[in-house]
């Protein structure tokens, strides 16, 4: 079974730091474009980053840029998200999905990105 599953995500200051895993189990992740999405209350699903397979590209929303940065260990099937310099609108829900055109990144839109996980709680306020 394909399954993604989030953690690492909690309260926060703004300035803060995080750092979220995305776990794959019952494919091998490494095979595979992984792209990180969030979404807050009342708003729409947005594209934060995403990370290719074979030669690791990776590609920030504007908003993510000079503060996130997405990194992949395949040996360990998981995705990661270092968020630094966290500011209060950053808060979401954030979620892991597998690309669907396979190795390369697709654009940010969540249709074009598949098997969801349930997501981590970013919450940051003073």
């Known amino acids: 079974q394909v399954q993604l599953v989030e953690s690492g995500g909690g309260l926060v200051q703004p300035g803060g730091s995080l750092r979220l895993s995305c776990a794959a189990s019952?494919?091998?992740?490494?095979?595979?474009?992984i792209g990180w999405f969030r979404q807050a209350p009342g708003k729409e699903r947005e594209g934060v980053s995403c990370?290719?397979?074979?030669?690791?590209?990776?590609y920030y929303a504007d908003s993510a840029k000079g503060r996130f940065t997405i990194s992949r260990d395949n040996a360990k099937n998981t995705v990661y998200l270092q968020m630094i310099n966290l500011k209060p609108e950053d808060t979401g829900v954030y979620l892991c999905?597998?690309?669907?055109?396979?190795?390369?990144?697709?654009?940010?839109?969540?249709?074009?990105?598949?098997?969801w996980g349930q997501g981590t709680q970013v919450t940051v306020s003073s």
């Open positions: 990370v290719s397979t074979g030669d690791g590209s990776t």
């Open positions: 999905a597998v690309a669907r055109t396979g190795s390369r990144c697709s654009a940010f839109v969540p249709g074009e990105y598949r098997y």
């Open positions: 019952g494919f091998s992740l490494g095979y595979y474009a």
